[in-house]
């Protein structure tokens, strides 16, 4: 089974949706990316169509965008 993925930068808007996320979806089905660290994620983050983090990519190819933290330009610098 594909996992969802839950793409952040570390700012504390996608800290707490982190948190929330992982109360929400079992650590067995939900890998985490964090593109402040990660930055070779970041063409993945765009290819699936993330704007900006924080976001879910659900196993099906949706984007989930929640709140905002930052923009995926924004990241890559």
């Known amino acids: 089974m594909k996992k969802a993925i ?3 930068a570390g700012c504390p808007v996608c800290l ?6 992982l109360n929400l979806i079992p650590a067995d089905q939900i890998e ?3 593109l ?3 930055k ?3 063409a993945d983050a765009e290819r699936a169509g993330v ?8 196993p099906n190819g949706n984007v989930l965008h ?4 930052a923009s995926i330009p924004d990241l890559k610098y």
Do not use: C, M, R, Y
Request: negative net charge; proline residues 3%.
């Open 6 to 8: 839950f793409f952040h």
């Open 40 to 42: 070779g994620k970041i």
């Open 66 to 69: 929640i709140n905002f933290g």
């Open 32 to 34: 985490v990316v964090h």
């Open 51 to 58: 704007q900006s983090v924080p976001a879910l990519l659900t």
């Open 16 to 21: 707490s949706a982190e948190q929330d996320i």
């Open 36 to 38: 402040g660290v990660d």
